[in-house]
């Protein structure tokens, strides 16, 4: 559904511009709803049209919240989530808070992942091609098997 990057540009009041190629997708799946909320693994934020983030939350809901790391998962994911609405010129408002989590300014990288958006900030984005493309294999941690099975 959702592939490619786009360099984009954040105006003074936060918003950003939503490609056109993927404005009709979102207004006819989500009727221009999405959800942004924070990555748990790197300095970029994750935004879902409402209908895929619904599902998320479902997973999200079927986490113990008695088990430590279920529960930070949790907090961290559903703590950060922000509505956000596209508007008729396809603008997206990206809260301060996102924001700043992201190190978002000026120029920032919009990547398609399927049934979801990656935001980062150009910098950032340049760096993690680099991190990704010289780095080894990472090792697996010990995760719970609900984690394990929690498809972000």
Same mark, same amino acid.
């Given at each position: 559904m959702f592939r490619g990057a786009?360099?984009?540009?954040l105006d003074n009041k936060g918003r950003l511009v939503i490609p056109v190629r993927y404005r009709d997708i979102l207004k006819e799946k989500s009727q221009s709803r999405m959800i942004c909320t924070i990555d748990l693994?790197?300095?970029?934020?994750?935004?879902?049209?409402?209908?895929?983030?619904?599902?998320?939350? #479902? #997973?999200?809901?079927?986490?113990s *919240?008695?088990?430590?790391?279920?529960?930070?998962?949790?907090r961290l994911?559903?703590?950060?989530? *922000?509505?956000?609405?596209?508007?008729? *010129?396809?603008?997206?408002?990206?809260?301060?808070?996102?924001?700043?989590?992201?190190?978002? *300014?000026?120029e920032v990288?919009?990547?398609g992942q399927l049934n979801k958006f990656e935001i980062w900030?150009?910098?950032?984005?340049? =760096? =993690?091609? #680099?991190?990704?493309?010289?780095s080894k294999q990472p090792?697996?941690?010990s995760l719970s098997e609900r984690l394990k099975g929690l498809s972000l």
């Open positions: 786009t360099m984009l540009s693994h790197q300095t970029c934020l994750l935004l879902y049209p409402f209908l895929e983030w619904e599902s998320i939350e #479902k #997973k999200l809901s079927d986490l *919240s008695m088990n430590p790391l279920e529960r930070r998962v949790q994911l559903l703590g950060h989530a *922000s509505e956000c609405e596209m508007d008729k *010129s396809g603008r997206l408002l990206i809260s301060a808070t996102l924001r700043q989590h992201a190190q978002l *300014s000026k990288m919009l990547i900030s150009g910098p950032n984005w340049q =760096q =993690q091609i #680099k991190d990704d493309i010289t090792v697996q941690e």
